[in-house]
């Protein structure tokens, strides 16, 4: 089956411009989350979705960072503006509600 | 609240070498545990997980991990280093139910030298 996919893999902008990441998770599956990952430190959640609901978005900065997820299925993170403490890798993982994740390959995006 | 504490950042072996990554977590509730590798410019794999039952779990490429809930560690052994093994390794924790996202550990780098 495929995997989890992400897009763009890279991206550079400069500060206080905004940007926009998209996830597509393995078909079926229902929990979709977004993960940020700061160079020398693990994942940490910023939301996480049921369907097309947000069940914890709870560390996500939420005067520059959304989401959505329309019909349940794709997925969108957008930053704007983006600061450089931004700068990062972002990761979105689906499970089936299973205890396992699965992960795409991330993007990984630079602020300057 | 849940958090995952990994002993040193960076480890370094030579290649037939034991692997020890240590990894100790603290939970209120009884958790699940995970060990994830990272490969460069790569997401993340599972290598194995804890949920309940067998205390020891064996995972992918000869990887195996204890439970040890007195002393709250959940360390990643192999037996023998492989060139292939270097790269970095997440523990992570939930709160043992299904769907619960991840609280990670910093990471281990693992360095294998020929």
């Known amino acids: 089956e495929a995997g989890v996919a992400q897009s763009p893999r890279y991206k550079i902008i400069e500060k206080r411009q905004s940007v926009a990441f998209w996830c597509n998770p393995i078909?079926?599956?229902?929990?979709l989350y977004w993960y940020q990952q700061i160079l020398g430190q693990g994942p940490k959640l910023l939301i996480q979705?049921?369907?097309?609901?947000?069940?914890?978005d709870s560390q996500l900065p939420k005067d520059r960072f959304s989401a959505e997820r329309l019909k349940g299925v794709d997925s969108t993170l957008k930053i704007q503006p983006a600061k450089l403490e931004d700068s990062a890798v972002y990761l979105c993982a689906s499970s089936l509600g299973s205890t396992e994740q699965y992960f795409g390959p991330g993007t990984r995006l630079t602020v300057t | 609240a849940q958090s995952v504490t990994q002993l040193g950042s960076h480890v370094s072996v030579s290649e037939g070498a034991l692997v020890l990554l240590r990894c100790n977590y603290s939970s209120s509730v009884p958790p699940y545990l995970f060990w994830y590798v990272q490969y460069p410019n790569q997401g993340l794999q599972l290598l194995l997980k804890y949920t309940t039952g067998a205390t020891l779990v064996k995972g992918i490429n000869g990887f195996e991990a204890e439970f040890k809930k007195s002393e709250t560690s959940f360390h990643l052994t192999k037996p023998s280093a492989h060139m292939s093994d270097a790269a970095e390794y997440f523990c992570?924790?939930?709160?043992?139910?299904?769907?619960?996202?991840?609280?990670f550990g910093k990471g281990t780098t693992l360095s294998v030298s020929s």
């Open positions: 979705f049921q369907n097309n609901g947000v069940v914890d």
């Open positions: 992570a924790v939930s709160e043992g139910q299904a769907g619960t996202a991840l609280i």
């Open positions: 078909s079926g599956h229902a929990t």
